[in-house]
Each structure stands twice: as C-alpha cells, then as structure tokens.
C-alpha cells in the first residue's frame, strides 16, 4: 500500500473461479517484462552521444593537415624576412661606421687644411717681409751710390753721420756702409736668395693647402654618400619589418586556425570515443539485462513450479481466502456466505477478518495507536486481534514465501490489488493510481504482495503495511535475514518488500512498475524489520 491513499474506495467482488493454475500461468506471461524492473536491469545508459562520421574526421584531419602546410610555409617566410632583416641590420650597422669614418676623415681633413692654410699665410707674409728687406736694402744702397757719386767718399760718409737719427741707425748705416764697402754684390745677391727661399716656402704651402682642400672635399662627399646609404637601407629596413609583421601576422592567423582545427579534430574524436565507449556500455547493459531477464525468467519459472507443487502450501492460502472479505468492500451484505466467499464475505464489526477497516487504508482519525520508529510497537490494530503465526516454521517456510512471491515476478502493479490466492483488480484512488487505470489493471500492491506470499504458510497479513509492520517480530535492520518484511516510511505507511538475501528485495513498487526484485533501498526504511518465521 503506498502513502497518500484516499479513503473512498472502489466496491468491487471477486469470484472464487480463478484457480491457481491460472494465476500461476499470469505470472509466467508477464514475467517477461522485468527487463525494466529487475536491479541492473533498468538501463543507466545515458542517451547516445553525436556520433561523427569518418567523413567527418577525414576533413577535420585534411584541414589540419592543410592548416599545417600553411604554417609551414609562414614560418620558412618569416624565418627568411628574419634573415633579410639581420641582413639589413649589418649593412646599416656598416654605414654607420662609415659615416663615423667619413666624418673622422673630413675633421682630419679640415685640421690638415687649416694648418695647410697657416702654413701658406706664414711663408707670404716671410716673403713680403724679405721682399720689403730687399726693396729697402736696394733703395738705401741707391742713395748711398748717389751720394757717393755725388759727393765723393769722404762727404758721403760724413753726411751719412750727419743725416743718422740716432745711435742705432748710425750703427746700421755704418755697418750697411761697411758691408757695402766690403761686398755690396754679396749683400744684396744673399737678399735675392732669401727672397727666392721665402718664394718657394710660399709655393709649397699653396701645394699642401690645395691638397688638403681636396681632401676636405673628398670627405664632405664621403659623408654625403654615407649618410645617403643610411636612409636607404633605414628605407630597406622599414619595409622588410613591415613585410615580416605582415607574414607573422598571417602565421599567427594561421596558427589559429591549426589550433582550431585541432580542437576540431580533438573533439570529434572525443565525440567518436565518448559514443563508442556509450555503444559499449549500451550493448554490456543490453547483454546484462538480457541475461537477467532470463535468469529472471527461470528463476520465476522454477519459483511457480515449486509453487504449484506444494499443494500444501496452496490449501492452506485457499482456506485463508475463504470467509474473508475484501479489504475494499465498504457495505455490509447479510446476504452473503462469509465461509463460501472470495472476496466479499463481511461480518457485523465492519472490519474484514485480517483486521483493517473498511476502506483498506490507514485512518489517521482513528485511536489506533501506531508503532514508534525508535522501538518496537507493542500496540495492536482496533479491535484487537492476535498476531498471525504460521503453521510451518524453519527454513522451508521461508523459501515457501520467497517462493510464492518470486513466482508474481513481472506481474504488473496494481493499488489496492493481490490477496492470499494471487493478483486481483486494483482500485480507484483519485490521483495517480487512476491515471495509470490501475483500477482496470490485475495485479499487486506492496502489501498485496505480501499477503499472497505469507499466505503459503497460513500467515494472514491486513493489507495495509502499517498494521503488517507490528503483525511480526520486530527486529534492527543490521539482524535482517531472508524472508524478513522491510518497511518504508513514519510508522511503515509508505511501502513493504520482502529481503532475499544478498542486498535484494522483492517488491510491488508503485504504479506503471511490475513485480521485481531491487537493491535494498536504506533511506527512509524503518528501524526495524518484521520476522514471521523464526
């Protein structure tokens, strides 16, 4: 029985006719569907990841590979604009120290010139000092021979002392008269040498000052064609940057798009990886759930075998059902057989005889005390009744009930449904029960399948799973053991299933779901489980 149950129900009776046998072929029909309800059966495979073609790959992988050529070839042409630049930069770095030497030639050649220049001022104006030397000499020495021819020896010496101003040009004339009387054509032939010396000293610096002009020159033009080698291959240089700018811009666009292109090829194959590595986790899952659902299958086959050979277990289910009413009757009918019916027997307390009320599902209005999540409940369901105990004990006891309850797999869930003699029609609730038509469905509830299972071994449960949750030994969940009742939710009103073994349980799950077995679900199961064979 699942939480949330309305309180109206759907009056229904249920004839006595369907035999087991029936019942029994029911479960094998259905036991198919499992295949989405047994643990490890319900696919976990996500849904399938894009699939790449080949011809996808193939023209990722071609544009990489073309992308690589172009980078290639980018980088040779940058390797070689790098080269042209070292180039350039040497030849520039050349001119410049050229420059530097054109202009250390000319400063030299300017020095050189200028002192070319005062050598050619000193030796002119030597010549014109001896030159007016000369024309002084040769003019006292015309007066002193005109006088002397005039006057005579005697006068001309006496008048040169009279005509002297001073002591020194009395000195310079009488010397001048002494070197005139003792060599005058010496004198003025050693003048007309000094002048011819003065004159050629003047010749020669006019020489090295011409020389030095031309070399002056010679390096202002030097340096003219220096500086203009300079801008050309500043020229020269500026556009090889430029050009390598532009090719290592196109290599860096290049490079992008390699990049992209990886990237593009990186994904696809992570795309292929990731949806072959879903093809085999889809085909591991298919494999499994095949091989489960037919171990499903055989082991549900086995358990209704078993089932329909323990005709011991099958009278005393059958005597269980007799005189009991359904839990979802609601009237009373005096006119009924409560020792002949099926389903619809009803006595005068209300209350069918596995002790739930009228409407099959808990009364929250009602004083019947519920069980303590904390500790066991000793309380009992109004009215009192004695706790169902089984005719058959031990360890075949449990396997019957496994037994009966394996031999339901893959019958469809239906609320409200199943009682001792096997799956029955469901009935309304007024919200999801209905919108699966679980009303129109036969089959099993979670406390249904209980009754059908205990039933085996003359245990009578109420179908609801609150009162199933006290009909027992209570004990803690870490002492759980096959054929154990697990309960789920505050006071167990949400859901039962019955422990295998091994971490499994059986159960009728919810609606749209069919009878299977799960992994035991921990959270939100009760304290306690409930033993009814010890």
């Known amino acids: 029985m699942r939480p949330g149950a309305p309180r109206g129900t759907h009056r229904r009776r249920f004839s006595r006719a369907r035999t087991r046998s029936a019942q029994l072929l029911v479960g094998l029909a259905v036991v198919t569907s499992l295949v989405a309800g047994t643990p490890g059966f319900s696919s976990a495979v996500p849904p399938p990841p894009p699939n790449p073609s080949d011809a996808d790959l193939q023209q990722a992988t071609a544009g990489v590979d073309s992308r690589l050529g172009q980078v290639g070839a980018l980088v040779n042409e940058v390797a070689a604009a790098d080269q042209q630049l070292s180039a350039l930069d040497d030849a520039v770095a050349i001119k410049r120290e050229g420059v530097n030497k054109a202009l250390v030639d000319l400063q030299n050649a300017r020095d050189i010139a200028g002192a070319a220049a005062g050598a050619v001022g000193s030796t ?8 007016a030397q000369i024309e002084l000499a040769q003019t006292k020495f015309d007066e002193f021979a005109a006088n002397t ?8 010496s006496f008048a040169s002392f009279l005509g002297s101003q001073g002591p020194g040009d009395v000195l310079d004339r009488a010397q001048l008269m002494k070197l005139l009387a003792t060599n005058r054509s010496s004198v003025l032939d ?35 064609d220096a500086e203009n080698a300079i801008q050309v291959a500043r020229t020269a240089l500026a556009e090889q940057a430029g050009k390598k700018a532009q090719v290592e811009a196109q290599k860096a666009a290049a490079e992008t798009a390699l990049a992209a292109a990886r990237d593009n090829v990186s994904g696809l194959q992570t795309q292929r990886q990731a949806f072959v590595n879903w093809d085999t986790q889809r085909a591991a899952e298919a494999a499994a759930a095949a091989a489960a659902a037919e171990a499903a299958k055989q082991a549900a086959a086995q358990a209704a075998a078993r089932v329909a050979a ?14 009991q009413r359904s839990h979802t009757q609601i009237e009373d009918d005096p006119g009924a057989d409560t020792s002949g019916t099926d389903t619809s027997g009803t006595d ?8 739930t009320d009228k409407s099959g599902t808990d009364d929250s209005d009602s004083d019947t005390p519920k069980p303590s999540p904390s500790k066991p409940s000793t309380s009992k369901p109004s009215p009192a009744k004695p706790k169902p105990k089984p005719s058959v004990t031990g360890s075949a006891a449990v396997e019957t009930v496994i037994d009966r309850g394996m031999s339901q797999l893959g019958v469809t869930y239906a609320w409200g449904g199943g009682n001792a003699n096997g799956p029955t029609l469901g009935i309304r609730d007024g919200g999801v029960a209905d919108s699966y038509g679980d009303y129109k469905k036969v089959g099993f509830d979670c406390s249904g399948l209980m009754i059908y299972a205990f039933a085996g ?3 009578s449960l109420p179908h609801y799973t609150g009162y199933q949750y006290t009909a027992g030994e209570q004990l803690p969940t870490s002492q759980m053991k096959r054929g154990d009742m697990i309960f789920y939710g505050p006071n167990a009103s949400q859901h039962v299933a019955l422990y295998l073994g091994n971490g499994e349980m059986l159960e009728a799950p919810e609606s749209g779901d069919v009878v ?8 939100g199961m009760t304290p306690y489980v409930v033993r009814m064979v010890s």
């Open 348 to 355: 005068t307390s209300g209350t069918d005889k596995s002790g």
């Open 310 to 323: 323990n005709q011991a277990a099958a009278e005393r289910a059958r005597q269980l059902a007799e005189g």
């Open 457 to 459: 071994i003359g245990v």
């Open 149 to 156: 021819y005039r006057q005579g020896t005697g006068v001309a």
């Open 190 to 224: 050693g003048l007309q040498r000094a002048r011819t010396a003065e004159a050629n000293k003047n010749s020669t610096a006019r020489q090295a000052k011409q020389q030095a002009d031309d070399a002056a020159s010679a390096a202002e033009s030097r340096k003219a």
């Open 516 to 523: 299977k077995i799960s992994p035991v679900r921990w959270g």
């Open 124 to 131: 002119l104006q030597a010549l014109r000092d001896a030159g």
